[in-house]
T-cell receptor
Framework: AQSVTQLGSHVSVSEGALVLLRCNYS??????LFWYVQYPNQGLQLLLK??????LVKGINGFEAEFKKSETSFHLTKPSAHMSDAAEYFCAVSDLVQNAGNMLTFGGGTRLMVKP | NAGVMQNPRHLVRRRGQEARLRCSPMKGHSHVYWYRQLPEEGLKFMVY????????ESGMPKERFSAEFPKEGPSILRIQQVVRGDSAAYFC????????????FGQGTRLTVV
């Protein structure tokens, strides 16, 4: 069984400060990992994904994440927060067991607030 | 190329009524996934369908909920005799192939049961 834990349901940073959103996963097989962003009353938009290639993954809007197998982590970072980054962020893991398709197991989400 | 289309965006039902949520996947996608997001929670997998087949429904409540993806037309998530606890955002996602890659999400249907 897979699970995803996002530490911190709410994170607040000042504009221009570093953004760090934490994600730890458990999986019995090599995982595919994803970060999605959700703006109010919108669907989920893919920020980036890890699919067993480079461990440092660059995504849209200046975000990146590093896969660390030894720590079972996939933390999301951005060097400098912008007001438009305020949203809910979800980490997810995909089960690659046959017939699992792209079913995703999501973390509980982290709401990022950016202060001017 | 239109994205995943869900309708309606908002749905209000009285307790005991039926709710029908529709999802049209992206063109060329034959895999559909339904997720439910309860207030202040993450998304929980409900069901995975391919055309005319339910592949995995391990996340579906045992009663009142059903899903289909017919050969023609959108995927339908049906909730019979809705209760207040069914109030949530229901998201549909689609993908072109099984396995690696990503699923593309619709904007969701927000169901409110009054």
């Amino acid at each position: 069984a897979q699970s995803v834990t996002q530490l911190g349901s709410h994170v607040s940073v000042s504009e221009g400060a570093l953004v760090l959103l934490r994600c730890n996963y458990s999986s019995s097989v090599p995982p595919y990992l994803f970060w999605y962003v959700q703006y109010p009353n919108q669907g989920l938009q893919l920020l980036l994904k890890y699919t067993s290639a480079a461990t440092l993954v660059k995504g849209i809007n200046g975000f990146e994440a590093e896969f660390k197998k030894s720590e079972t982590s996939f933390h999301l970072t951005k060097p400098s927060a912008h007001m438009s980054d305020a949203a809910e962020y979800f980490c997810a893991v995909s089960d690659l067991v046959q017939n699992a398709g792209n079913m995703l197991t999501f973390g509980g989400g982290t709401r990022l607030m950016v202060k001017p | 190329n239109a994205g995943v289309m869900q309708n309606p965006r908002h749905l209000v039902r009285r307790r005991g009524q039926e709710a029908r949520l529709r999802c049209s996947p992206m063109k060329g996608h034959s895999h559909v996934y339904w997720y439910r997001q309860l207030p202040e929670e993450g998304l929980k997998f409900m069901v995975y369908l391919q055309k005319e087949n339910i592949i995995d429904e391990s996340g579906m409540p045992k009663e009142r909920f059903s899903a289909e993806f017919p050969k023609e037309g959108p995927s339908i998530l049906r909730i019979q005799q809705v209760v207040r606890g069914d109030s949530a955002a229901y998201f549909c996602a689609s993908s072109p192939i099984q396995g690696a890659g990503e699923a593309f999400f619709g904007q969701g249907t927000r169901l409110t049961v009054v």
